[in-house]
């Protein structure tokens, strides 16, 4: 199963950044990390994902640590629409389950007005 | 680019019936895999085809079953539908075969009466 850690919930005021934290200490060297989300009532959407070096797209920026043991998902100007739950995946768990994706319980962001 | 599009969006069937379910990818991605959600047991692979061929399978009854076209376009179909089978189904395409970006559609409801 997932291997990756998230906080349950956050919460999140409508402008501002969202910080999103996944531990993933049993990533090893050319694993990428994947970040999803899901909207309630809708399909699971791809977001980014990273191997070693941070990376940003339209959605998002991702950040990870030098030792690639974790990483922060970052919302730069979060709105209402990015409440959902995110998910953190490490390649390793895709992998090892035969090319499945499979979600852990992921952080429940809530942006509050 | 078109998205994912899934059809039915909702559906209602009784315990007995069989149900197709059908799932039009992003142009250009030639790999389909199905996934059934509920809250109970979250998201749970069902299978994956890639040139019209499955690739791989989840630990679902031989009720389960799929196909895909020579378009990359691809049906699951449910039989002799259970109370259990009430769920969200969802379709994701990607490129490749084992793709870890993996693009979702918007799910097809299902409620067995």
């Known amino acids: 199963d997932a291997k990756t850690t998230q906080p349950p919930s956050m919460d999140c005021a409508e402008g501002r950044a969202a910080n999103l934290p996944c531990n993933h200490s049993?990533?090893?060297?050319?694993?990428?990390v994947y970040w999803y989300r899901q909207i309630h009532s809708q399909g699971p959407q791809y977001i980014i994902h990273?191997?070693?070096n941070n990376e940003t797209n339209e959605m998002a920026s991702l950040i990870i640590t030098e030792d690639r043991k974790s990483s922060t998902l970052i919302l730069p100007h979060a709105t209402l629409r990015d409440t959902a739950v995110y998910y953190c995946?490490?390649?390793?768990?895709?992998?090892?389950?035969?090319?499945?994706?499979?979600f852990g319980q992921g952080t429940e962001l809530s942006v509050k007005p | 680019k078109a998205g994912v599009t899934q059809t039915p969006r909702y559906l209602i069937k009784t315990r007995g019936q069989q149900v197709t379910l059908s799932c039009s990818p992003i142009?250009?991605?030639?790999?389909v895999s199905w996934y059934q959600q509920t809250p109970g047991q979250g998201l749970q692979f069902l299978f994956e085809?890639?040139?019209?061929?499955?690739?791989n399978k989840g630990n679902f009854p031989g009720r389960f079953s799929g196909r895909q076209f020579s378009n990359s376009r691809s049906e699951m179909n449910v039989s002799t539908l259970e109370l259990g089978d009430s769920a969200l189904y969802l379709c994701?395409?990607?490129?490749?075969?084992?793709?870890?970006?993996?693009?979702f559609g918007p799910g097809t409801r299902l409620l067995v009466l």
């Open positions: 142009s250009g991605h030639r790999s």
């Open positions: 990273g191997l070693k």
């Open positions: 995946i490490d390649h390793s768990t895709f992998y090892n389950q035969g090319g499945k994706l499979i």
């Open positions: 994701a395409s990607s490129l490749r075969q084992g793709d870890e970006t993996q693009y």
């Open positions: 049993t990533i090893s060297g050319n694993e990428y």
């Open positions: 085809y890639f040139s019209e061929t499955q690739r």
